[in-house]
């Protein structure tokens, strides 16, 4: 389904229920907001299940050797970002913490959960001018990706998910095409206060 045939359906549902004609700019707006609904709500299910995996298309994979990046030391800015799905540090798979947690776990004394190179960690955080960064840790010192010779240099692999807007219309399957867009119009033709747009939030979580 192209997006002016989302625009068509979006139109033929308001009308055959007595609502106001929007413009496709504040379409959009609706849109944009109902697929984050949707992306959010599927995003804990993706490792579960394949069909979820399906609904992003804008999955991003790099490394050290990926070029575009900004990468120093012990962290990688990742542009665009919304959600990481998995991370590895020397090939070792990752526990993706908070940032307060990765901070607590670098000096906790706790053999269970301290971090070591069989049991690394890392966090997205912010950075100086809002840029989204991700951190690395596999403790004592903190990993070097940038080490030159003599040295040997750590290597890490991430994928994350970038923002889908209507912009990426296209890389919603079709079949959840249709789930963004009744969505969208149940959030247009119902107010706030509305029992209609506890039903859509309802089914968000599904």
Not at 116 to 131: E, I, L, R, W
Not at 170 to 181: F, H, L, R, S
Request: aromatic share 12%.
């Amino acid at each position: 389904m192209t997006l002016t045939e989302a625009y068509t359906y979006v139109d033929l549902l308001l009308d055959k229920a007595n609502q106001p004609y929007f413009l496709n700019t504040e379409k959009d707006i609706f849109l944009n907001l109902c697929i984050k609904e949707f992306m959010d709500s599927r995003y804990a299910l993706m490792r579960v299940n394949q069909d979820y995996s399906e609904m992003f298309g804008n999955r991003v994979s790099l490394n050290q050797n990926s070029a575009g990046y900004t990468i120093t030391d012990n962290y990688v800015d990742l542009p665009d970002y919304y959600h990481i799905t998995t991370a590895r540090l020397n090939n070792t798979l990752c526990r993706i913490v908070s940032d307060d947690e990765l901070s607590e776990l670098r000096f906790t004394s706790n053999p269970f959960k301290q971090i070591t190179p069989d049991n690394p960690a890392c966090a997205v955080t912010t950075g100086p001018g809002q840029t989204v960064r991700l951190f690395f840790h596999h403790g004592p010192t903190s990993p070097d990706f940038t080490a030159v010779t003599p040295a040997v240099p750590d290597t890490f692999a991430v994928r994350y998910l970038i923002h889908l807007t209507v912009s990426d219309w296209n890389d919603i399957p079709e079949q959840y095409q249709m789930d963004v867009i009744n969505n969208t119009v149940r959030k247009m033709g119902a107010n706030i206060e509305s029992s209609n747009y506890d039903v859509q939030v309802n089914e968000a979580q599904l």
